[in-house]
């Protein structure tokens, strides 16, 4: 076995406690969105902060061993794929969102 092979093996705990912090986020907004009743006992929002820290965890661990962000050029290498990577899929959301709110706003009848 590689140490690569060992060192990401090491790593499956915390994927696993991120996947239950994903399953606990998707079930608060659940909850937020069909149930009205405020007292369902789900507190999501702590496992968003516990997902994100989970999340640095492996990326620092990669890029602290690989060296691959130690210069200019590997920075804006790792930033100019990070947005080439994340930006089409969130501008596809931004604009369903836009169109969802459009829709929704029509349907909505404001009393002065």
């Given at each position: 076995?590689?140490?690569?092979?060992?060192?990401m093996r090491s790593?499956?705990?915390?994927?696993?406690?991120?996947?239950?912090?994903?399953?606990?986020?998707?079930?608060?907004?659940?909850?937020?969105?069909?149930?009205?009743?405020?007292?369902?006992?789900?507190?999501?929002?702590?496992?968003?902060?516990?997902?994100?820290?989970?999340?640095?965890?492996?990326l620092a661990r990669?890029?602290?061993?690989?060296?691959?962000?130690?210069?200019?050029?590997?920075?804006?290498?790792?930033?100019?794929k990070r947005a080439?990577?994340?930006?089409?899929?969130?501008?596809?959301?931004?604009?369903?969102?836009?169109?969802?709110?459009?829709?929704?706003?029509?349907?909505?009848?404001?009393?002065?």
């Amino acid at each position: 076995m590689t140490a690569d092979g060992d060192d990401m093996r090491s790593l499956y705990p915390f994927h696993g406690l991120r996947g239950v912090c994903s399953l606990a986020i998707f079930l608060g907004h659940q909850t937020d969105i069909f149930i009205d009743n405020g007292n369902i006992g789900l507190e999501y929002l702590q496992a968003v902060s516990l997902f994100f820290l989970l999340s640095g965890i492996p990326l620092a661990r990669l890029y602290s061993t690989t060296k691959k962000v130690n210069t200019w050029a590997g920075s804006w290498s790792f930033w100019s794929k990070r947005a080439a990577r994340l930006g089409p899929m969130y501008y596809l959301a931004l604009l369903l969102n836009l169109f969802c709110c459009i829709a929704t706003a029509e349907r909505v009848v404001l009393k002065p």
